[in-house]
């Protein structure tokens, strides 16, 4: 029997598949619930189809408990993401109306004609990642809300207010120094001690979650801990995003993958790039975050960061330019940890991919800042601007590397040159 494509477009309490030959002809359809009856007759009705491959929509969102489910059971899952399943439908001859049969229809026709599609894996160790990073998160953003109600009682209650990074131990000592003796000012002085209180207990959690992340984070065995500017949280949400760095070939391709890359909007003789908004915006912070404290910091972050400014960029035109910089370091991190776990380099790299290359094959305007760690190293070159694309062969090379090459042979011992001769034969040039 050929092998088929089982599409599925999955929802919270149900998922909706259909079955599709190589030929995109439909040999079964249903609906199923997503409990454990349901679960078994959907096993059931694809248990007709020996050499069957499953589809599933979104296995990074609401699919997950579907493809997992299926993974762990020993059945092959594919991610179709949802971007891709929703052109199917602008190109069928249909009716174009979005149901649930048309969703399945549109995720099994994407697989059968796609043939790069990630398949899922049971990742328990990186589920654990991205479980402890958003308990980190709700942390974090539950600490601010409490913050933002503490800033508002401390403006009623103390002349001016309080500093916009106010600690627990701060809050403290403005509270014990005001004694209001109207009734709204006890009220708001009982509710800010409360909130105190509140912010105490959230940073005990907070504490012992980043206790928690860097032993996990550690355990994987990565190096993203040693790049300045990345915490435990940070390197467990690029870990937990990221999953396998294979699938990106290039550094330019992670770069776009995660928003640091401009996008190109040239017209006609105009060349252009403006700011992407879209991409990955949890890795997008992460680096973010790792940028300002390299800025904040004696770090060649700081020194790129200020020689783009020197060149006529804006603070925030420069600061972009340092992501797009950092993301690059990230990204080659991520292929060291990978090659250091697989000697024989990536899981499912081919041979001519750059992610099992010791060097990463780019242009000449995507190269990387080498060295952006605590360990001062030499400046890098700068002859490429990163707000260029990223691949453009056209792009016009100015004379720094040759005023450089210039500048070391002026600072060679005399009679020694650059060049290493064989023969004692002094060097003839040709007649024109």
């Keep these: ?122 990742d328990d160790e990186l589920v654990a990642l991205r479980l402890l990073v958003d308990r980190r998160d709700e942390l974090g953003r539950a600490r601010t809300q409490v913050v933002n109600r503490l800033h508002r009682l401390l403006l009623e209650l103390v002349p001016g207010g309080a500093k916009r990074f106010l600690s627990a131990a701060q809050a ?55 790049l300045y500017g990345i915490g435990p949280a ?42 992407s908004r879209a991409g990955n915006r949890r890795i997008n912070r992460a680096l973010h975050i790792m940028a300002i404290v390299q800025i904040r910091h004696d770090t060649e972050g700081r020194t790129y960061f200020r020689r783009r400014i020197a060149a006529g960029k804006t603070p925030m035109e420069a600061l972009r330019a340092l992501k797009r910089r950092l993301s690059n370091v990230v990204y080659r991190q991520l292929v060291a940890d990978a090659r250091k776990a697989s000697p024989g380099g990536h899981v499912g790299a081919s041979t001519t991919s750059s992610a099992a290359n010791p060097t990463p094959t780019v242009g000449s305007s995507d190269q990387s800042q080498p060295g952006l760690d605590p360990e001062p190293t030499s400046p890098p070159p700068d002859d490429d601007d990163i707000n260029a694309h990223p691949d453009d062969p056209t792009e016009p090379v100015d004379a720094a590397p040759r005023q450089r090459a210039r500048q070391s042979t002026l600072d060679r011992p005399a009679g020694q040159t650059g060049r290493t001769r064989t023969s004692k034969t002094p060097s003839r040039r040709p007649k024109l």
């Design 1 to 122: 029997m050929d092998s088929v494509v089982i599409g599925a477009d999955p929802h919270k309490h149900s998922v909706t598949i259909e079955v599709a030959d190589q030929r995109e002809r439909v040999l079964h359809k249903g609906r199923y619930g997503t409990d454990a009856d349901g679960y078994q007759q959907k096993l059931a009705a694809a248990s007709r189809f020996p050499q069957r491959r499953w589809a599933v929509e979104g296995c990074n969102g609401i699919g997950k408990h579907v493809a997992q489910r299926l993974v762990a059971d020993g059945e092959t899952v594919v991610d179709v993401p949802a971007k891709l399943a929703a052109r199917a439908p602008v190109f069928d001859t249909g009716n174009g109306r979005k149901t649930d049969p048309a969703d399945a229809h549109s995720v099994a026709v994407v697989a059968l004609r796609t043939p790069r599609l990630t398949q899922v894996r049971p």
């Design 172 to 226: 403290q000592m403005l509270l014990e120094s005001v004694s209001p003796t109207d009734a709204a000012g006890r009220v708001r002085h009982q509710l800010a001690t409360e909130l105190l209180g509140e912010i105490v207990l959230l940073d005990a959690k907070m504490k012992a979650s980043d206790k928690t992340l860097r032993k996990a984070v550690t355990a994987t065995g990565t190096g993203l801990l040693h």
């Design 234 to 275: 940070g390197a467990a949400r690029i870990l937990g995003d990221v999953a396998d760095v294979a699938r990106f070939a290039t550094r330019s391709r992670f770069a776009s993958w995660n928003g640091t890359a401009p996008l190109d909007a040239s017209s006609g003789e105009q060349r252009r790039h403006r700011l």
